[in-house]
């Protein structure tokens, strides 16, 4: 039963992952060549997407999680049939969030490739824009997969007795789920902080490119020379932007406050100061090229700042001041400043963290922390270019354990919920399959299914 949930699970939340759009648009260019296990309305499962979804769960379940060729076409067929009556129950989506989402893919494989160059080699796209289009496809079905989940199961809930009845089933039968040991953190940040004459060298220097552009130097010379942005040797300080980007706030007001042919003035954000050019106008979007340009930290701020964050680690030891008293007085960090410290999780929204699926360099700083105890202190950079020293303090910490129906109660209720809805979709899935054009493929047809999805007779 443990195992069955899990599998079931964490095979949805693959499907919904980055990866998922791109070994799809990989597929497109596939058709021709490569097996169509079954066709479901107007959507079809390849026979590679069986073999690489299966292999990619293999993979990140670390080999805890193994799953059938037949198990795997079940899985896909389901998400295919969602997505066909997604379509014919008129779920709507919206250009804005599908836009939104290709965005976040193109941003994810860049990262994991190296460069947007790159991405579009390695999977045979003819440039940007081809690469967005698939995408495009990909992440519309996507939203109209989970659209329709949602519908289909928005009244379902648990009660307490569900909840109890759910625990107490797997009890009986040995299948208690094992929870990783979780940790809650907090942290303060001091930041390495420029020279008042670093800021007006910077400013001096971009004001210097402004009046040389303005005079018909070309901007993506300058760019490529001057600019500290990473991705400056690949697109010449060239984007483009919408209000849905995933770009910061500044950047994209910015764009969309200059005419055609427009400069702007030095302008700061967290990732340093900028200049831009508006280079044209399409509909909604704009095509606009920046130099960014970070200060310099001298050694010397450097040595002062970890010296002061040093001093605040021994007055909270010595009772001086609480911890949550020099978050306020004296942490730099926006997004924890105002919450006690509090780092929230990026990949779940939440307070906690699993210890074990940690980023390394932050497990080798907490692993051995105990509840309320200091980390030393650390320097640390972010991707802006920012330098700073920052202290973490364990602030909760719950090892590795077997459920329990009074401590894990909300972990307990939501994987009943999650169970809930499942066998809801699972029923909803039974029923829809009867009325849905479905043509599979002989080799496949040797499975056994759950569901009746090759219409035998007497099921």
Not at 1 to 29: D, E, H, P, R, V
Not at 95 to 105: C, F, K, P
Not at 213 to 237: C, H, L, Q, R, W
Not at 357 to 379: N, Q
Request: proline content about 2%; aromatic content about 8%; overall charge negative.
């Amino acid at each position: 039963m443990q195992q069955k949930i899990t599998i079931s699970k964490y095979t949805k939340l693959t499907l919904f992952a980055a990866f998922f759009g791109l070994m799809s648009i990989a597929n497109f260019a596939q058709v021709k060549i490569d097996g169509v296990a079954v066709v479901i309305g107007k959507n079809i499962v390849l026979d590679s997407d069986i073999d690489k979804f299966k292999q990619e769960i293999e993979v990140r379940s670390e080999g805890k999680i193994k799953i059938s060729d037949c198990e795997m076409l079940e899985e896909l067929m389901q998400q295919k049939l969602l997505a066909h009556h997604a379509v014919i129950d008129s779920v709507t989506v919206s250009d804005a969030e599908i836009t939104q989402r290709v965005d976040r893919s193109v941003q994810y494989f860049t990262q994991q490739y190296g460069s947007v160059d790159k991405v579009i080699k390695a999977y045979g796209f003819n440039d940007l824009d081809d690469l967005k289009k698939e995408l495009y496809t990909v992440q519309k079905e996507n939203v109209l997969i989970e659209k329709e989940q949602l519908k289909i199961t928005e009244k379902i809930d648990v009660t307490p007795e569900e909840v109890r009845i759910f625990y107490n089933g797997l009890k009986e039968k040995g299948e208690l789920p094992e929870f990783s040991a979780e940790i809650e953190l907090a942290q303060i940040v001091i930041n390495a902080k420029p020279t008042d004459e670093e800021l007006e060298r910077i400013l001096n220097k971009l004001n210097e490119l402004k009046k040389e552009i303005e005079e018909g130097a070309p901007f993506k010379m300058k760019a490529i020379i001057n600019s500290d942005d990473p991705g400056v040797t690949n697109n010449g300080g060239r984007y483009e932007v919408t209000k849905e980007s995933q770009f910061i706030k500044e950047f994209k007001e910015m764009a969309f406050s200059l005419d055609v042919g427009q400069v702007s003035k030095p302008f700061k954000s967290d990732y340093g100061y900028h200049l831009m050019q508006l280079h044209e106008v399409r509909g909604n979007m704009r095509i606009a090229s920046h130099i960014l340009m970070q200060p310099d930290v001298p050694n010397s701020k450097l040595v002062e700042t970890r010296e002061k964050a040093e001093q605040i680690v021994e007055d909270i030891k010595s009772g001086k001041i609480t911890f949550e008293e020099a978050v306020k007085k004296y942490s730099d960090d926006k997004e924890t400043k105002n919450n006690a410290g509090l780092i929230i999780n990026p990949y779940t929204g939440e307070a906690t963290f699993d210890l074990t699926g940690m980023d390394p360099a932050l497990y080798a700083r907490v692993a051995e922390l105990k509840k309320g105890e200091l980390s030393d202190v650390f320097f640390d950079q972010n991707r802006s270019g920012e330098k700073m020293y920052k202290f973490i303090i364990m602030r909760d910490r719950t090892n590795t354990h077997t459920a329990d129906l009074v401590n894990d109660y909300v972990k307990v209720q939501e994987l009943a919920l999650t169970k809930k809805k499942e066998e809801t979709i699972d029923k909803w899935a039974k029923e829809k399959i009867m009325d849905t054009y479905i043509k599979m493929a002989d080799t496949h047809r040797k499975c056994t299914f759950n569901k009746n999805w090759k219409k035998e007779t007497g099921k």
